[in-house]
C-alpha cells in the first residue's frame, strides 16, 4: 500500500480579495481547514509618505494626514496638528480645540459603524448591517461637508487650530443627530449582539491575551478588548478631553466579540462627548495666525491621540528649516497587527477573516 | 396517461390538463400510439422547461428587490419601470461575456460542471402536481425520486471546485461535500415523517391525503417542517449555510473560476434550487394546489406557485438577516442536533400512526389531537435540546464593562499582574 | 498626563544597574551605546520602578553621517513614558542589536527600519523588508536616497509671500 504523500495548503488570501480590508496579502499555510501558520506581505499601498514629507513644508504635510487613514481623516489631521504645535510651542484658542473634539468623535463615530458593519459583513451577513450603519454615516459626513467641503479626505484641521468656523445650520444639525444617535445604537446593540450566531462566531475566536497585547503594543479598541484600562484620551489628555465627562469601554477576554463590544459602546461614549462639547463650545478665534512657512526650533517632538484605530503618534525632528527633517507615523493599524498569527494560528479560516476584520486595519496607514 | 374524460371543457383553465388531454385524445384518433407519448412527453418538458427559465428570471428581480427593501434600500430601479428589465439586462451581461477556461484545469469537467448543476434543478420538477391531475410525471416513489436527484449536487459542485484548479474552489468544493452530505440525512429522515403519515409516497397522493383529511401536514409534524427547512437551506447553498460559496472568505468558493455564461448557469442553478425547495415544503407540508376549497374559484396552479413564492421570501428573509456560520459548527448543528430531532420525529410519528390504526379512531377525532401534541412536543424538545447542547455563551456578558478612570499605580508602590 | 521622566533620572537609574553602559543625558532622553542597548532595554524593561513594558514607538532618524534609533517606551501602569536613543555610528553598513526578545511589538518596526533605512538588527528573528520587495535597489528614507547632482533640492528655494 503506497503512502499517501500530504503537503499542507499554501493559500495566498491575495492583495484583490472581498474582505482584505484593502491590499493587504496573507500567505497562509493550511491543514485542511486549520490554519498553521500566517504571513503577512504588506506594502501594496506604500505611497513613501514620510519621505514625501520632508520635502514640503508642516502646512502642506496635512494632506498627507488624512490620506494615511482614509476612513479617519480628522483623526490623522489632529495628530500631525498637535506635534507640530509641540515642537513650535503654538497656542491653540480654545474654540478651536473644542472643534477638534467635536470633529473627532463624529469622525469615531463614523470609523466604528463601518468597522462594525464590515465585521458583519465579513461574518457573512450580506451587508444588511453595514447598511443601517451607513445611514448614520452620511449624517456625519454631511456635517463634514458643510463644515470643511469634504466628506472623506477633509484636511480640517490647521497648525494652531482648525481652517474653517461651524456654519450655522451646523448646531441644530448636529445636536439633532446627537438626540437621535442613542436609540439607533440600542438599536443595532439589540439586533446584532443577542444574535446566537454571531456570537457562534465570534466568541472565543481570535483571542489576544493581555500580556501578548502589551508586548505587542496593540492599541486602541483591540487593547481594551483584552481587559486592560488604557486610553490616550484619559491617559493624556489633549485639547479639552479633560474637561469631558466619558467612560471607557472595556472587554473581558480579547476575542473578537469583546471587539465588537468596545466599538459599540464607544460610540454611545463619543455621542456624550460630543453632546457636552457642544453645550460648552466657547465663542472667540478658531485659529492662530502662524507663518507660511513656519520654521520651529530645533529639536523633537512626539504627540499621541486616540485615534478609533489605537494610539496614532507622530513623532517629528525639526532642524530649524520650514520642512520636517524626520516625519515619522506611529500607525496604529501596522502594531495591531503584530499578533495576528499568534491570534490565528490553530483556528479555521473562517475565524482567520472575521479576526482580520475585527482588528480593522487600515491600509493606507499600514503603509503609509 | 389518462385516457380523456368527457366532463370539463378545453377552455376550463383551472386544470390545464383539460386542453391537453382534448389534444391528445384527437391525436390518438388520427396518429399512431406512440405519436400521443411523444407528444404529450413534448408537451410536458417544454411546460416546464419553459416553467423553470421564467421563474429564473422573474426571481432574480423578486432576490434583489426584496433583499434591499430588508437593507433599507431600494435594489434595482434604473432598467426599466421598477427595475423590472433589470434580468434581462443581467442576462445579457453574462452572455456577452468571455467564458474563460482555466489552462491548467480539467476542461471537459469544468464545461460540464454548470450543465450537470442545472440537470436535477430541472428535473426535480417533474413529478410536482400543479394542480388536481397536472403533474408530468405522476411517480408512486416521487418524494424517493426528489431525494435522489437532489442529492446529485453534491458531485457536480465537487466536479465543478476541483476542475477549476484554484485553492479557493478546491476549499469551496471540500465544504460543499461534507455540508451536503451531512445535511441530507436528517432531511430525509424530515420527509419520512411526512410519508409516515400519508401512506404514500407519491406527490399527488400526499396532496390528495391532505385534502382528504382536510389539515395541512405542516400542522401534525411541525418538527419534520423545521428539520426539512433548515436542511433544504443547506442543500441549496444559502446563508446561513452558504459556506461552500462565502464571498467574504474564499472569494466565490467552487464557483470562482467561471465567468460568462457558465456563472449564469450556476446562479441560475441557485434560484431555481430554491424554487424547487420551496415547492417541496408547500407540497408536502402545506397543500399544494388545495387550499380548504378555494381551487374551485381560483385555479390551483396559481394557489401552488402563491404557496411556492410565500415560501421562497422567507428563504430570502434568511438570507438577508443572518450571518453565515463557520463549517465546523455547520457540522455539529446536522449531526448532533438535527438528527437526533429528526429520529425522535420519527419514532413520534410512527407511534402515533401505529395507535390511530390500531384503535381505528375517526381522522377527525386524531388529527387535531396530533397537531396539538405535536406542536407542544415540537417547541419542547428544541428548546430542551438546545439547552442541553447549548454553548455557555448565554451566561457571558454580552456589554461591555465601563471604567471611568485609569488604574495608575504611584510612583512608590509596586506594580502588579499582567497590565 | 503621561508623565515624561527626565534624561537624568533615567540615567541615574540605568547606572545603578548597568554600570558601565556609556550614557549621554539630555534634557527628555538618555542615548546609551550600542553594545549596551540590550541590557538597558531589558532592564528598563524589568525594574519595578520603571516597568516599561510597552513599547509605544521605535523609529530609526539618518543624522547624515550616523543613525540614530529612538526608542519611545511607556509603562501603561505608572503612565510614564521613557525616551531612550542609540547612535549607529557606521553610516554604509550600520548593524544594531534587535529589541525582538524583549518587545514583540518591535518585529514589525525593526523590519520596517531595516527595510527604509538599511540598518540590519541582529537577533531579529524574521528580517525581511517590510515594505518594499527584496531587491529593491537602496533604502528610500535615507539622506542620500534620490538627491540631485551638485547638491540641489527640489522645490522652491523661498516661498512667496514670506
Known sequence: MPELRTEPLVVNFGPQHPSTHGVFRMRVVLDGERVVDVEMVMGYLHRSMEKLAEERTYTQNIPFTDRMDYLSAMTGNLAYCLAVEKLAGIEVPERAQYLRVIFSELQRIANHGMAIGIFMNDCGAWQTPVMYMLREREKILDLFEMTCGARLTTNYMRIGGVS?????????????????????????????????????RARDTGILPADLAIASSVSGPVLRSTGIAWDIRKADPYCVYDRMDFDIPVGYQGDNYDRLLVRMEEMRQSVRIIRQALEQLPPGPFKTDIPLALRPPVGEAYARIESPKGELGFYLVSDGGPTPYRFHVRSPSLLNLTPLKEMTVGQTVADLVITLGSIDINLGEVDR | MTLPGPLAPWYDFRDLSNAVERLLSWLNDIGPDWLVYVVSALIGGTAIFLFVAATAVANIWVERRVVARIQVRRGPNRAGPWGLLQPIADMTKLMQKEALLPRAGDPVVFLLAPILAFGPALLVWGVFPFGEGMTFVD???????????????????????????????????????????????????????????????????????????????????????????????????????????????????????YSGIQFGLFYAVELVNAMAVASIAATLFFGGWWLFGLDRWIPGWIIFIGKIYFIYFLLIWLRGTLPRLRID??????????????????????????????????????????????????????????????FRFQQLPSRARLVHDIPVVAPGAPAGGAA | ??????????????????????????????????????????????????????????????????FELVYHLSSLQRNHMVILKTRILDHEAPEAPSVVPIWYGAHPQE???????????????????????????????RKDFLTLPSGHKPGLAHFPKE
Not at chain 2, 349 to 368: I, Q, R
Not at chain 3, 113 to 131: A, E, Q, V
Request: charge should be negative; aromatic fraction near 10%; proline fraction near 5%.
Open chain 1, 164 to 200: 474653517f468656523d461651524i456654519p450655522e445650520e451646523f448646531m441644530p444639525q448636529a445636536t439633532a443627530l446627537v438626540e437621535e444617535l442613542p436609540d439607533r445604537i440600542a438599536e443595532y446593540e439589540g439586533l446584532l449582539l443577542e444574535n446566537e450566531i454571531l456570537q457562534a
Open chain 2, 139 to 257: 411517480l408512486n416513489v416521487g418524494v424517493l425520486y426528489i431525494i435522489a436527484v437532489t442529492s446529485v449536487t453534491t458531485i457536480v459542485l465537487f466536479m465543478a471546485g476541483w476542475s477549476s484548479n484554484n485553492k479557493y474552489s478546491l476549499l469551496g468544493a471540500m465544504r460543499v461535500i461534507a455540508m451536503l452530505l451531512s445535511y441530507e440525512i436528517p432531511l430525509v429522515l424530515a420527509l419520512l415523517g411526512v410519508v409516515l403519515f400519508a401512506g404514500t409516497m407519491s406527490l399527488s397522493g400526499i396532496v390528495a391525503w391532505q385534502q382528504d383529511m382536510r389539515i395541512w401536514l405542516f400542522l401534525v409534524q411541525p418538527l419534520a417542517f423545521a428539520i426539512y427547512f433548515i436542511c433544504a437551506t443547506a442543500e441549496i447553498n444559502r446563508t446561513p449555510t452558504d459556506i461552500a460559496e462565502a464571498e467574504s472568505e474564499i472569494v466565490a468558493g467552487y464557483h470562482t473560476e
Open chain 2, 329 to 390: 459548527q455547520l457540522m455539529a448543528f446536522a449531526w448532533k442536533f438535527l438528527l437526533p430531532l429528526a429520529l425522535v420525529n420519527l419514532m413520534l410519528g410512527a407511534l402515533e400512526v401505529l395507535l390511530w390504526l390500531e384503535y381505528d379512531l375517526s381522522a377527525g377525532l386524531v388529527l387535531p389531537l396530533f397537531s396539538v401534541v405535536n406542536l407542544s412536543l415540537t417547541v419542547l424538545l428544541i428548546v430542551g435540546w438546545m439547552r442541553l447542547m447549548a
Open chain 3, 1 to 66: 498626563m503621561t508623565k515624561l521622566i527626565p534624561g537624568s533620572e533615567t540615567a541615574a537609574g540605568i547606572r545603578a544597574a548597568v554600570p558601565d553602559a556609556e550614557l549621554e543625558e539630555a534634557a527628555d532622553w538618555v542615548v546609551v551605546d550600542a553594545p549596551h542597548l540590550v541590557a538597558v532595554a531589558t532592564f528598563l524593561r524589568d525594574d519595578p520602578a520603571f516597568d516599561c513594558r510597552y513599547p509605544t514607538a521605535i523609529t530609526a532618524v539618518d543624522r547624515l553621517d550616523h
Open chain 3, 111 to 141: 523590519r520596517e527600519i531595516y527595510d527604509l533605512m538599511g540598518i540590519r538588527f541582529s537577533g531579529h528573528p524574521f528580517l525581511k523588508r517590510l515594505f518594499l520587495w527584496e531587491g529593491f535597489p537602496g533604502h528610500p528614507l
